[in-house]
């Protein structure tokens, strides 16, 4: 497991040896000495822990806190502890109410700063793994519904800023409730699983996405990707799930387990278009591959 990254915010250099000196040989620490350099930092990597002064000179421990909480979407993604040579039950108060998760208070010491900050990585790994699992579908491992409305919106939103077109792929497994009758559910489930891991193969950049849609049914997100990129996408991906080599004797299509893709785009001049009609755009250019043989992609016409 790599070491957890924390960021340490603190005008004072004696301050930060001292937290060197406790923390240095379990984290990867990160110094800041001013909160603009606390907020470039996070902007250029994000965290898993922040401690953070409350008394500097440029901008105070409150300032920076809601500064973080406006850029990351809400100051519970990353955990913020104060740190404080203040005692007052008020500044305390003030501090927890605002959502930092604890205090640690000057003078340091040190077996103190070692429990709350491992409770707080703890609990952040925690919450972490929970918001994987919610987001991957249990069977293939890949995203899930859930995270592919997440994505979708957010990349329908950027090609407005981008002027990039938006490309998706519905994909469908074909005949897959005759492979179920013929093999059973366990050989359907192993077979869900590899065609997955064929898909996600040929998807190049990080940027590309893929999710289990529903039941025998895919789909891929192409940012940044033109109609003929995606076309050129969805031709690796057809070939990929075929070379599986699966078999299946009920296929009407050929002796083995196969698919079909439809592929709709999104121009940045279509900006009135939805991502329901994006959806529905790919659906449609599915059905024709499906009625036109199987095993096949179809490009929308709108798209």
Not at 93 to 109: C, N, S
Not at 142 to 158: C, P, T, V
Request: net charge negative.
């Amino acid at each position: 497991m790599s070491k957890a990254r924390i960021l340490i915010v603190d005008d004072e250099r004696l301050n930060i040896n001292v937290m060197i000196s406790i923390l240095s040989e379990d984290y990867e620490l990160v110094i800041a000495k001013s909160g603009e350099q606390a907020l470039k930092r996070v902007a250029a990597q994000a965290p898993d822990l922040i401690l953070l002064d409350i008394s500097m000179p440029d901008m105070d421990g409150y300032t920076v806190f809601e500064r973080i909480g406006e850029m990351t979407g809400g100051n519970k993604r990353i955990p913020i502890i104060f740190i404080t040579a203040m005692r007052s039950p008020e500044e305390e108060i003030k501090g927890l109410k605002m959502g930092a998760v604890d205090y640690i208070t000057k003078p340091f010491t040190p077996s103190i700063v070692e429990v709350r900050v491992a409770n707080q990585i703890e609990a952040k790994r925690n919450r972490d793994e929970l918001e994987r699992l919610n987001r991957t579908d249990a069977l293939t491992g890949i995203a899930n519904r859930r995270r592919f409305d997440e994505y979708i919106m957010l990349q329908r939103e950027s090609i407005v800023r981008s002027e990039a077109a938006l490309s998706i792929i519905m994909i469908d497994i074909d005949h897959f409730k005759q492979f179920n009758d013929c093999y059973g559910h366990g050989a359907g489930d192993d077979c869900l699983k590899r065609v997955a891991t064929a898909l996600a193969s040929k998807l190049d950049r990080t940027t590309d996405f893929i999710a289990r849609y529903g039941g025998e049914e895919f789909v891929v997100i192409l940012p940044a990707t033109d109609s003929e990129g995606a076309a050129q996408c969805a031709e690796r991906l057809c070939e990929a799930v075929a070379e599986l080599e699966i078999e299946h004797d009920k296929s009407g299509t050929c002796g083995h387990v196969t698919a079909s893709f439809g592929v709709a785009t999104l121009l940045p001049e279509q900006r009135e278009v939805s991502v329901e009609d994006l959806l529905q755009w790919a659906d449609q250019a599915l059905y024709q591959a499906k009625t036109s043989g199987r095993n096949q992609f179809r490009i929308s016409r709108q798209g």
